[in-house]
Nanobody, 123 residues
Framework: QVQLVESGGGLVQTGGSLRLSCAAS????????VGWFRQAPGKEREFVTA????????YYADSVKGRFTMSRDSAKNTVYLQMNSLKPEDTAVYYC????????????????WGQGTQVTVSS
């Protein structure tokens, strides 16, 4: 099992930036893909972005493409989510999660989840 701890959430104004971090421990070597999801009040948890741990390749939901960037530090078993040009609709709890699949974007494909970090974008 992989343990995940997110950090970096907070309150920011529209157009601002935040960087989230997710540190993995435990059986971190078993993860092939690390993803970020978010869940706004009253809405389903949705895919945001993911990175293939081996190749570093990333892919994004259309709603964040061009504004968010995911990266990893393999030595620290940590991934980052740089969020720029934030909008009120980005307000949500952000979760990182790991998958044993080389490509994953569906919630059911991710087996380990962090506790989440709140991001609030004020208008």
């Amino acid at each position: 099992q992989v343990q995940l701890v997110e950090s970096g959430g907070g309150l920011v104004q529209t157009g601002g930036s935040l960087r989230l971090s997710c540190a993995a421990s435990g059986r971190a070597f078993s993860m092939h893909t690390v993803g970020w999801f978010r869940q706004a009040p009253g809405k389903e948890r949705e895919f945001v972005t993911a990175i293939n741990w081996i190749t570093g390749g990333t892919y994004y939901a259309d709603s964040v493409k061009g504004r968010f960037t995911m990266s990893r530090d393999s030595a620290k078993n940590t991934v980052y989510l740089q969020m720029n040009s934030l909008k009120p609709e980005d307000t949500a709890v952000y979760y990182c999660a790991t998958s044993i699949y080389a490509y994953a974007s569906g919630r059911g494909e991710f087996g380990s989840w962090g506790q989440g970090t709140q991001v609030t974008v004020s208008s």
